[in-house]
């Protein structure tokens, strides 16, 4: 039965709510919604209330938009995949460490998958995209945790992968094993679209540029507009990928996809950092920003893993300054808005060369809430408005991270975390409360730990397995420090 009680939010220090198409702040604010509507945002609420949640004088925001996760394999690369990466590959880790972690069988994933949701939900992430094996079981999962979700399936042809530790080899597409995965992820829609009170919708995820065909990538379209899917690619993401379109198409990445048709607003193209221009990319081909304008595609910005791939985008003021709706993902850990957050902003005013003024806090904080919602196609999402969903995060106030208290958009993007989330609303249920995530019980979150660490030490163990060079763990990836 659906729950349509009239709940009241008040005793804030501030509500972050929506007019005339951006967000302000309203001082002691209030907000009210019914059922997993808003009805009401502004200084003082006179309907009549069923509920009365205290705010104990915390801030409260729109959920954040988390348009890129790998939720049943990101969190497995922690610990191992930092401090890596191949000297004769420009330092990716892509084809040689990312090994490591593919291949998990489908019990496992599911149980990372569990841990990945308890921790996104109370970091905030109301909304997220994931990509990956989407089963059904899977989309279950997602759908019963109460989180708002888009979800892709991996329907990639090809792989490209080192058998050498210095050059790169893309496998021959097998073409029948993609069309069946798109062919089981249009079923997927049918199956699961609206679902969970409309809380669940599945999108398209072909994989990596340097492995889909051009053929492959013009049934994604036609398979996108058919069933009105979204379709995410990760593109401009390695020098190699970049080299290998060049040469084998002669154009751009950016020029390839928008030949085949994946670009539009209904396209997420993921990382797109190695650009001509990228001082790791010494091609001089130009237009590829203009591309993406041009054609309304979202760009996914991921700066917390490349970051520690040791690049950044050069600059994300640049791309903002084209027009392109750029949008924020935690991509594989950790699962946390605010450090995505944080580290586009400061990245991007060190690459700016020492600028202050590029990517504030407001520019941050709209790419993490509207920005993501505008890519989804939501006007719905990503705001604090009357006729937006319900989804509402609450933030603690009286702690180091936030005092002084003044401008709390600043506090998140520079120095609060997500510790101080005290509660977390989804389609008006709340699924954090006090800081305690209501639908997993401190027994479960013990038994998620243990899981993840045992899915973890397996792999880790198998690693030599799936290695060119047959290496252990330990010879790719020494410890910091000798263990005793
Ligand atoms: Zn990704």
């Given at each position: 039965?659906?729950n349509?009680?009239?709940?009241l ?12 198409g951006g ?11 019914k ?12 309907g009549?209330?069923?509920e ?11 959920g954040f938009?988390?348009v890129h996760a790998h939720?049943?394999?990101?969190p497995?690369?922690?610990?191992f ?11 990716t880790t892509?084809y ?5 972690i593919?291949g998990?069988?489908i ?7 569990d841990f990945?949701l ?6 905030g992430?109301?909304?997220i995209?994931e ?7 899977m989309?279950?999962k997602i ?6 979700a888009y979800?892709g ?7 490209a992968k ?7 080899v893309?496998?021959?597409?097998d ?5 069946s995965?798109?062919e089981?992820?249009?079923l997927?829609k049918e199956?699961f ?13 072909p ?9 492959f990538l013009?049934e ?7 069933h009105?899917?979204?379709?995410t690619?990760?593109?401009g993401q390695?020098?190699?990928e970049?080299n290998?379109i ?5 154009v751009?990445?950016?020029?390839y996809?928008?030949?085949?048709g994946?670009?539009?607003?209904d396209?997420f193209?993921?990382h ?6 990228h001082h ?18 979202n ?11 040791g690049?950044?985008?050069e ?11 750029v949008?924020?993902g ?8 605010l450090?995505?957050?944080?580290a586009?902003s400061v990245?991007?005013?060190i690459?700016e060369g020492g600028?202050p ?11 993490a809430?509207?920005g ?7 006007e719905?999402?990503?705001?604090l ?5 319900a ?6 106030t009286k ?6 208290y003044?401008?709390?958009i600043?506090i998140?993007?520079y120095?609060a975390r ?6 977390v ?5 709340t699924?954090v409360?006090?800081g305690k ?7 479960e ?7 993840l660490?045992?899915?973890?030490t397996?792999?880790w163990a198998a690693?030599?397995?799936?290695d060119?060079a047959g ?6 990836s020494p410890?910091?420090?000798?263990e005793?």
């Amino acid at each position: 039965m659906e729950n349509l009680s009239t709940v009241l939010i008040k005793n804030t220090s501030h509500v972050v709510g929506y007019k005339n198409g951006g967000h302000y702040l309203i001082k002691n604010g209030q907000i009210a919604y019914k059922g997993n509507e808003i009805i009401y945002v502004g200084k003082k609420f006179e309907g009549q209330v069923d509920e009365v949640v205290d705010a104990k004088g915390g801030l409260v925001i729109p959920g954040f938009v988390n348009v890129h996760a790998h939720m049943g394999t990101g969190p497995v690369d922690k610990g191992f995949i930092e401090d890596c990466g191949t000297p004769n590959l420009y330092m990716t880790t892509l084809y040689e460490y990312n090994r490591g972690i593919k291949g998990l069988a489908i019990e496992d994933l599911l149980k990372v998958m569990d841990f990945s949701l308890a921790e996104m939900i109370p970091k905030g992430s109301t909304t997220i995209q994931e990509l990956g094996k989407a089963t059904d079981e899977m989309v279950q999962k997602i759908g019963e945790s109460g989180v708002r979700a888009y979800i892709g399936m991996h329907s990639c042809p090809g792989t490209a992968k080192t058998y050498d530790g210095k050059s790169v080899v893309n496998s021959e597409p097998d073409l029948k094993y993609g069309y069946s995965q798109l062919e089981k992820n249009v079923l997927l829609k049918e199956k699961f679209d609206g679902k969970y009170h409309d809380r669940v919708h599945i999108t398209l995820f072909p994989g990596e540029d340097e492995c889909t065909p051009p053929e492959f990538l013009k049934e994604v379209r036609h398979l996108a507009d058919l069933h009105k899917m979204k379709i995410t690619i990760h593109t401009g993401q390695s020098v190699q990928e970049y080299n290998y379109i060049v040469e084998k198409y002669g154009v751009t990445p950016a020029q390839y996809l928008v030949d085949n048709g994946i670009c539009g607003p209904d396209v997420f193209w993921t990382h797109y950092y190695l650009k001509s221009g990228h001082h790791l990319n010494p091609r001089k081909m130009p237009g590829e920003l203009e591309l993406m304008a041009e054609t309304k595609t979202n760009l996914v910005h991921c700066p917390w893993v490349v970051g520690r791939r040791g690049y950044a985008m050069e600059s994300l003021q640049q791309y903002l300054e084209k027009g392109i709706n750029v949008v924020l993902g935690t991509d594989t850990f950790p699962q946390d808005m605010l450090y995505e957050m944080r580290a586009a902003s400061v990245i991007c005013k060190i690459m700016e060369g020492g600028d202050p003024f590029a990517a504030s806090a407001k520019t941050i904080f709209d790419m993490a809430t509207l920005g993501g919602a505008k890519a989804l196609g939501r006007e719905d999402l990503g705001r604090l408005a009357p006729g937006a969903k319900a989804d509402i995060v609450i933030f603690d106030t009286k702690n180091m991270d936030f005092l002084p208290y003044r401008d709390p958009i600043k506090i998140l993007v520079y120095t609060a975390r997500s510790v101080y989330i005290d509660r977390v609303i989804v389609d008006g249920n709340t699924l954090v409360a006090n800081g305690k995530n209501l639908r997993v019980s401190e027994q479960e979150y013990e038994k998620l730990y243990e899981q993840l660490q045992d899915v973890a030490t397996r792999k880790w163990a198998a690693i030599h397995e799936q290695d060119w060079a047959g290496r252990s763990i330990e010879e790719m990836s020494p410890l910091s420090y000798p263990e005793e």
